[in-house]
């Protein structure tokens, strides 16, 4: 099956046949991670860059190290040491990039809708690495990646995704993958952190408390509180959250007993998660990382449009 995008902006522009083949080609490349030499040329002579005007440790390292392993040449840039900070307009900085001729600029903005309005405007292709509280799908994708590699299958899954639902770019992510991928999803938080009409999205369940969320789920993902996405406070205090909507060694025996623990990172031990939960043996985040890097090259590789080298 060919694939068929030259940009990748968004879970929701992409079918589960599309979805399949991600996971399908990640799977393929994350051998490469485990040789001794962690290097194929099957990106030899392209140009990456990784454009992050966001925060960022996982994400961009990730993909600075996928373009890497294929050999692809990987150029950095920042927000605060980009000429956006003076002045410059985020259209301008992508067509002076554009004019050194890359093959892919990889971007997170804060803004929601960025790496759609760059896709429109310049002529390489464009991976969105995270846009405002909009998307971030190559996390669904690494998440779903982790859940296949431990659960066989993605159909069928109860999977319950518990915090700061509204603000959450990978819970909406999430939530396009794994109903279209079959799997049933359970959304848990404050009331002030689930965004209404949600439920319209697909396969999704709202709860009101974090217990009936997680009961007999297989897959249970804690999201942060995005703080700095919100305009003024929506709960009373994070020791009150934690106290609700926390999980913890207790209400983790609601789940099923092969339950899954996940977490997008960065992690708030004590307050979304417990310290005993996030190094306890159900938690398979590091795994989430790991499965990161081969995502993130499956898809530098797919939207490259290269025959794969994988044998050198």
């Given amino acids: 099956m060919a694939f068929r995008h030259k940009h990748i902006l968004g ?36 140009t990456i ?29 920042s927000g605060s040491t980009s000429s956006v900070v003076k002045g410059e307009t ?26 759609h309005y760059l896709a429109e405007r310049v002529g390489c292709s464009i991976i969105n690495a995270g846009d405002g509280a909009h998307e971030h799908p190559s996390q669904a994708l690494l998440d779903l ?23 959450s770019r990978v819970a909406r992510s999430n939530i396009y993958a794994l109903t279209r991928m079959g799997a049933r999803i359970r959304l848990a938080g404050p009331g002030t952190m689930i965004p209404a009409g949600i439920e319209k999205m697909g396969d999704v369940t709202v709860f009101n408390d974090l217990r009936d969320a997680i009961k007999d789920a297989d897959v249970v993902m804690m999201l942060r509180i995005q703080l700095e996405r919100q305009s003024k406070t929506l709960l009373p205090s994070l020791r009150e959250y934690a106290r609700y909507f926390g ?31 996030s190094d306890g043996e159900q938690n398979v985040i590091l795994d989430q990382v790991e499965n990161g890097v081969a995502v993130r090259m499956a898809l530098l590789y797919l939207v490259s449009g290269v025959d794969a080298i994988l044998a050198e």
């Fill in 49 to 77: 860059i990784n454009a992050f005007f966001e925060a960022s440790t996982r994400t961009r390292l990730s993909f600075e190290i996928a373009g890497k392993r294929l050999s692809a040449d990987s150029v950095n840039i």
């Fill in 247 to 277: 999980l913890n060694q207790e209400n983790l025996k609601l789940a099923r007993p092969d339950a899954i623990v996940m977490h997008p990172g960065p992690m708030n031990r004590g307050v979304e998660i417990s310290s005993y939960v």
């Fill in 90 to 115: 985020l259209e301008d900085t992508a067509k002076n990039i554009e004019a050194m001729a890359p093959d892919i600029i990889v971007i997170r903005h804060g803004h929601s809708g960025s790496p």
């Fill in 11 to 46: 879970i929701e522009h992409l079918s589960a046949e599309d979805i399949q083949l991600i996971l399908d080609t990640a799977e393929s490349f994350k051998e490469i991670n485990s040789r001794d030499i962690k290097k194929v040329p099957t990106l030899r002579g392209k």
């Fill in 145 to 167: 990646m982790t859940m296949r590699e431990h659960k066989g299958s993605i159909k069928g899954l109860e999977v319950a995704i518990v915090g700061d639902i509204t603000h």
